[in-house]
């Protein structure tokens, strides 16, 4: 029988100056893996510093989660770039935290674009492979993450990387294996024994519910778990246990 086993990774970091945002403590015992914000979307150098010391001592892989440069809109609204602005945003932020990273005596895992670079990274060729040269140009054994299906996983394997696909435990899918828009009624999952449902037929059979009721094909070789919900972390606990009690070894890839 094949070992099942996946990751678990969180978004980290991403408060700024007097203002700090989610439930990164509470996460960090749950999660094998962390995305740390890096100074355009949030975070700044003493947030960065402080995620990374706190992630590398709790023995998670780290990783750098790049945004556009849009703090007061978190990074989640699309702006105008060129390839060219995405592969400078990228290389400017992963290595800045990279340079924390080293600092703290660690090595960076992984990339994974924050928000709208994210999905702009998923659909088009120019910003992927914009996105996935910056990752290669700093380190080509980084690993990058991106959405199941995407044509990020895609640019990243032409530019030598190993990808990382990803799923959400708190999201519903449509029929094609995207996300359901965050405006679109029935795009969050509201209660927990569904997330952990969720994460589960996703491990086990590839499968993750659709907005409509049914199931729709999507890889997950990681699960992101949002800290920003009223009951992050107590979803992140319940849906490990899960995990490990169904046989599935829950480990950074």
Known sequence: MKLLQVDLNADFGEGYGAYSFGQDDALLPYVTSVNIACGFHAGDPHTMREAVEKSIAAGVAVGAHPGLPDRLGFGRRELAITPQEAYDFVLYQVGALQAYVKAAGGKLAHVKPHGALYHMAGRSRGIADAVALAVSHIDPALLLF????????????????????????????????????????????????????????????????????????????????????????????????????????????
Not at 150 to 172: C, I, K, N, W, Y
Not at 211 to 225: I, K, N, P, W
């Open 146 to 253: 991106g959405q199941s299906g995407s044509v990020l996983l895609d640019s990243g394997r032409s530019h030598g990387l190993e990808t990382v696909s990803e799923a959400f435990a708190d999201r519903t899918y449509t029929p094609d294996g995207t996300l359901t828009p965050r405006s679109e009624r029935n795009a969050l999952l509201t209660k927990e024994q569904d997330a952990i449902e969720q994460a589960l037929g996703l491990v086990r059979r590839g499968k993750a519910l659709t907005f409509d009721g049914g199931e729709a094909d999507v890889r997950a070789d990681t699960l992101c778990l949002h800290g920003d919900g009223p009951h992050a972390a107590e979803w992140a606990k319940a849906i490990r246990t899960a995990l490990e009690q169904n046989g599935i070894q829950v480990q950074a890839p």
